[in-house]
């Protein structure tokens, strides 16, 4: 598989934290997890990854091709999609919600109304377009942001604890069109808590402590045990 994001010597730095990546290769169609303790710096990284903070210091590659000035970096934003941890739904219909991002890419009409449809059919919301986003629950919100991700096709799909607010009826259908995605080639990095999400997402573990991202040594070794560090990479 090709590399769609690499990373080489990145250090992010803000107040007293300071994120350091000296590694990192995500694989087109590759899944990944997140992992570490509050604090660790998973949404930072994940941040970094969707172009919206800039290292201090480091190299990235998207695609083969350096990342290097802020016209670039916004072109990129529109590959890549970040789903936050607390997601924010504007004051509108869920449709107008997930409208919003295709009107930008200049999406309209008949494809907007069925590239909708069809995110929200792939997280269980059928029929939801005419609610409105304060009459939705906690795990509904996360859906609704999942489907906005989804109905932007990022070839990058970044999430932030998307998962832990849904219930165990949700949650197979979530990782089910995971995996589903990443067969189609997208990329998806998950940062989450769920200690078996690795075994049955089958995903390759990231580890982060102290903002310090180390590498399992053996990543088929790693699907096989449990999401803790072991070994740094050289
Ligand atoms: N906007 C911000 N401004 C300043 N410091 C921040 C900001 N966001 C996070 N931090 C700090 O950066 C460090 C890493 O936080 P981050 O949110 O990336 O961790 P995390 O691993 O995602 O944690 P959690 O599991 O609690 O979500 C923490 O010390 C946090 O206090």
Do not use: C
Not at 83 to 97: C, D, I, K, R
Not at 133 to 141: A, K, R
Not at 179 to 202: F, M
Not at 204 to 210: G, S, T
């Amino acid at each position: 598989m090709d590399d769609l994001l690499r990373l080489r010597d990145v250090v992010f730095r803000r107040d007293n934290f300071t994120l350091r990546v000296n590694t990192l290769d995500l694989q087109a169609g590759g899944r990944y997890l997140l992992t570490g303790p509050n604090g660790a710096g998973k949404s930072t990284l994940l941040q970094l990854l969707a172009q919206l903070l800039v290292p201090q210091q480091g190299e990235l590659w998207f695609a083969g091709e350096p990342v290097t000035g802020p016209r670039q970096r916004q072109q990129l934003r529109r590959q890549i999609t970040l789903v936050e941890q607390s997601p924010f739904l504007f004051n509108g219909t869920v449709y107008q919600n997930l409208a919003f991002g295709l009107r930008l890419r200049d999406i309209k009409g008949d494809l907007q109304r069925r590239r909708i449809e069809r995110a929200l059919a792939a997280v269980g919301l059928e029929g939801f377009e005419s609610r409105h986003s304060d009459n939705l629950s906690g795990g509904e919100v996360q859906r609704v942001a999942l489907a906005r991700a989804l109905v932007l096709r990022p070839r990058l799909l970044l999430l932030d604890e998307a998962s832990a607010g849904l219930d165990t009826e949700a949650l197979p259908m979530f990782e089910k069109l995971i995996t589903d995605l990443s067969d189609k080639g997208v990329t998806v990095v998950l940062a989450g808590h769920d200690q078996q999400q690795p075994r049955r997402l089958k995903t390759r573990l990231l580890p982060l402590r102290d903002g310090i991202l180390t590498l399992p040594k053996d990543d088929e070794k790693q699907l096989e045990s449990d999401p803790v560090p072991l070994q740094a990479r050289a």
